[in-house]
Structures are given as structure tokens and as C-alpha cells.
């Protein structure tokens, strides 16, 4: 099983505090003693070394100043704000709308030439039509208190994005547990169509698109959400954030784990018989 996914951005956050906490020795300095020359209280010292609290960008300033380490401010800042960087709460994601959250994926979705997906809940982003899409940030909007006119904005921006599946010079390699075409995100037209769409998207020329089958002996376990960009990132979707790993011994885990979960799924025909199976299941509901 991978690491934590928040295992990479607290270790950056540690580094930083790692720091600090030097600079503080170095200069002789007490925990009291460092806090009287910020102008805070002792325990946000202690937060801070202990890495249970980032430090802001003065909060840096105040302490290479206290320590006489001023030549090290801009090295520490960003290394902080790296840090805080990986570990992005939704709450703070949305807070400009969720077309924003679209829209600040393009550049990483473009960078990247290979793109590995696991999913065991929704079918991913780059595979959603149209209606599906709707309903999937219909219920974040309302999960995030967003409102609903955000909404036609922030599908429009993923389709725009969704379109690179069909652009030269990417591979996309999605696997899916088999459960994710039976869960009811939407209405019976809706789903219907998004199972239709995934019979057309798994022919695409750039996509691999793998199912693994309910049922089945596993040789590796669900795991939560989780998409790979070449072989130096991936993004972790977690209830309250989205984690960025970046360390290449993580990265090499979910690279392995991928492997595995992928082969234990169906390609091809079989794939496809999957995906026939649960349009047939849709069309017993509707009746």
C-alpha cells in the first residue's frame, strides 16, 4: 500500500521546521526566548518546530531576523510555501469557484505526456460526458456550499480540458473498478449516456482504458483516488484535500501499486462486455 498521501507535503512541512528549529540552536536561543523577539507566544514556536502549524512568510522573516539569519529568508519561503503547497483543503480550492479548480489543472493535464488515472469511485474526469460532468460538480457545489450558477462555467472548463484525450502525442491509462459504471451519480439518461461514452472513449487511439471486475480474486486492495503525471507526480483526492506527491520513493510506490491494480483488469471486448452489462442493468431500472 502507498504511503500516506499526506505523507509527502508533511514531510516537506518537516524539513522546513527542521530548519527553523536549527537556526533557533544555532543562535542560542529558547523557545521563550525566540517568541518574545517574534512578538508571539511560545506555543507557536513550538507549532511550528513541531511542524503542526506552517509558517507564514513573516512569521519567516520574524525568525531569521531574531536568529541573525536574515541570508536565508528567501530560500525558507519558498521551501514553505512549496510545502503548503502540496497539501490543498478543498475549502480553500473552491473558495474562487469551482471553474477555478478546472482551470488550475490545464497547465500540469498539458505537461504531462503520460497520464496513469485509478479510480474506485467516479468515472475520472477526462472520461466524463457532458451530463455527468453536471452532476458531478452539482454535488460539489452543494457539498461546498457553492452556488449553483457556478456550476455551467466549471463543466464547460473540463470539457475543454477532457478534449487532450484526443490530441496526438499523450497516453492515457485508465483503470477503473467495475463498480464506478454502477454507481447512480445522475439520473438513468445520464448514465446511460456516460456508459455509452466510455465504449467510445476506450477505442480512442491515446487511451487504455482497463476495468477491473467485481467478484474477482484481488491481488491488491481499492485504493483511494489517484492520477499520475509522467513518473515525478501524482495527486491524491482525499474528503478534505487534494495531495500533491512529489518524492520519488512515493511516486515509485504508486507507480507499483498501479501496476497491480491494473493487472487485475479487462481490456478490449472484456472491458467492454462490462460496460454492456451495466447499460443492461440501467435499462431493468428504468423499466
Known sequence: MPASPSSSAQAAREAVARQLHGLRKEAGLTVVQLAEACGWHYSKTS???NAL??????????WCKATGAEGQVQELVAQSIHAESMYRQWRDQV????RHVQDSRVQMFRAARLHR?????LVPGLLQAEGYVHAV???ASAVHGLPPEDIADAARARMDRSRIVTEPGRRFVVVVEESVLY???????VMGAQLGYLLTAGVLPAVSLGIIPMGERRSHWPEETFHMYDSDRVTVELVSAEVTVTQPAEVAQYAAAFDRLRSMAVYG???R???TRAIDALDRTET
Do not use: K
Request: negative net charge; charged residues 25%; aromatic residues 2%.
Open 137 to 139: 460538480l452539482g454535488i
Open 53 to 62: 502549524t506552517g509558517p507564514s512568510v513573516p512569521d519567516i522573516r520574524r
Open 47 to 49: 507549532r511550528i518546530e
Open 269 to 271: 471486448a472484456d472491458a
Open 117 to 121: 488515472l485509478y479510480s474506485a469511485t
Open 183 to 189: 454507481h447512480q451519480i445522475a439520473d438513468v439518461d
Open 273 to 275: 462486455s462490462l460496460i
Open 95 to 98: 473558495r474562487a469557484g469551482l
